[in-house]
């Protein structure tokens, strides 16, 4: 079962980051660590579910903590004093199906040849079951479904190798989309697949680098940004600096469009595009696009926000917070009835009744899959008095499974299965629009060169034919 409160939207599966400190720089033992819960504090809205740091002492001994929760809750000032060291990794999940959730938390902490290494990782490896079957073939025994422990297995494989080899080796066996951080003896190690698919940044701290999935992590630990780590870069981090190792280039890129639209933080900027900008371009194209008349622009919050803005500025028409947002609902403890699911929303948003009341509202999201939360805040704007709700979304309707990290399965997509006719009756919208995929390429402004768009078009950048479905990371 999805998080009850983020029920209608594709749940990102995770957030990473690295932390390496110079000897000189670490003021206390625990710093690294310290480090990492606030870069993963940044993060936590890429997994709520588990979180998790590991850090690896003078010795190369890696120690771990992870459990089910939010950052918050998961870490204690007690918990950070016991993960001593200078290099560090952080990992938040969004959990997906079956199995014992806490044994797939990460990060995953190894022994090979060479000592132990922590690795976290985002992304999704579409080969992930034919490596796992082929590594098991082999001798290896896996204790989680994670295609983390596939690719901590395959380093392994490579133990004669040195680290940096052990990867680009590996880098050839997996196929998908990933961001990996590795803590190991005096190295942090940052790897990112070869089309870009998933987000990974560097930053400079003071006596010392940060890897992050997002630009806004650094912000908070108080980095300055460098630079995207590069589609198929290796970045090694240690005494000498950090070194960049081109493992396996490719000329095409693949950034994943749905971070713009919906799941990187509006304050992230990445690989070159900031997200509130680009959410405020496609917000002002969706304008042009449908050119409705209607009183008040109200977004769906917070991630129709930046798009309903982009909107407004664009049309004329006046914004107005018609939805107001509890937002301390991060996660629902108590399992909830179906009563409570269909209420669901309700616990997460309500509708301002003195601002709708009356007017013909626009609605802005930022995307819809499937459809049963926009049907409800259509209904609670409807109670409340509004007179006209017209949906409009900041993206091209969502009709194909994704495979490189993001949890959107082909059954639960309203639009693999309605037209946008059958979409609006269903949501009981006056009227509904989506962006089109020409007006998201020109408010990203690349002119659709270096995206992965593939949930819109169903044009996969790395081969899907076959995959079986499993293994998330
Ligand atoms: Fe992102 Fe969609 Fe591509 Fe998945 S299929 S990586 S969600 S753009």
Do not use: W
């Amino acid at each position: 079962m999805g998080h009850v409160l983020d029920d209608d939207k594709p749940c990102h599966e995770c957030g990473v980051v690295g932390v390496y400190l110079a000897e000189a720089a670490v003021g206390e033992p625990a710093e690294a660590a310290r480090t990492a819960f606030y870069g993963l504090f940044a993060l936590q809205h890429r997994g709520q579910e588990s979180a998790g740091i590991a850090a690896v002492d003078e010795n190369g001994e890696a120690l771990v903590h992870k459990a089910m929760g939010l950052v918050s809750e998961v870490f204690s000032p007690a918990v950070i004093e016991g993960l001593p060291g200078r290099i560090a990794v952080g990992h938040v999940r969004y959990s997906t199906t079956g199995g014992s959730r806490l044994l797939n938390a990460q990060p995953l902490v190894f022994s090979y040849l060479r000592g132990m290494v922590a690795l976290a990782h985002n992304g999704n490896l579409v080969n992930y079951l034919e490596l796992r079957d082929r590594l098991a073939t082999l001798g290896s025994v896996f204790q989680t479904s994670t295609d983390t422990e596939v690719i901590g297995n395959l380093l392994a494989r490579y133990s004669q190798d040195r680290l940096e080899d052990a990867l680009i080796k590996t880098m050839i066996d997996v196929k998908g989309g990933y961001a990996l951080v590795l803590a190991a003896r005096d190295t942090l190690v940052g790897v990112r697949d070869p089309l870009g698919i998933r987000p990974l940044c560097l930053g400079k701290l003071e006596g010392g680098y940060v890897l992050a999935s997002e630009s806004c992590a650094l912000d908070t630990i108080g980095a300055e940004f460098l630079r995207d780590v590069a589609p198929g870069e290796i970045v090694v981090i240690d005494s000498r600096g950090v070194t960049s190792l081109c493992a396996l280039q490719s000329r095409q890129r693949a950034h994943c469009v749905f971070e713009y639209i919906y799941f990187a933080r509006p304050d992230s900027t990445l690989d070159g595009i900031n997200v509130n900008r680009a959410r405020r371009a496609m917000g002002a194209q969706l304008a042009r696009e449908t050119r409705l008349q209607a009183d008040i622009v109200v977004p769906v919050p917070d991630s129709g926000t930046s798009a309903a803005l982009g909107y407004a500025a664009e049309s004329g028409i006046p914004f107005e917070e018609g939805l107001m947002k509890n937002r301390y609902v991060g996660r629902t403890f108590i399992q909830p009835t179906q009563k409570m699911r269909d209420l669901g929303v309700r616990l997460k948003l309500n509708p301002v009744a003195e601002v709708v009341a009356g007017r013909r509202i626009i609605l802005v999201d930022d995307s819809i899959v499937r459809g049963t939360t926009s049907r409800q805040i259509v209904s609670m704007l409807r109670t409340a008095g509004a007179r006209e709700v017209h949906l409009v979304v900041a993206s091209p309707p969502t009709c194909h499974s994704c495979y490189y990290g993001i949890d959107t399965h082909l059954p639960e997509l309203i639009a693999a299965r309605l037209d946008v006719e059958g979409i609006r009756a269903f949501i009981g919208a006056d009227s509904l629009h989506y962006l089109s995929v020409e007006g998201m390429f020109s408010a990203l402004d690349r002119g659709g060169e270096g995206f992965c768009v593939a949930c819109f078009d169903g044009r996969y950048p790395v081969p899907v034919e076959g995959v079986r479905e499993g293994g998330c990371g």
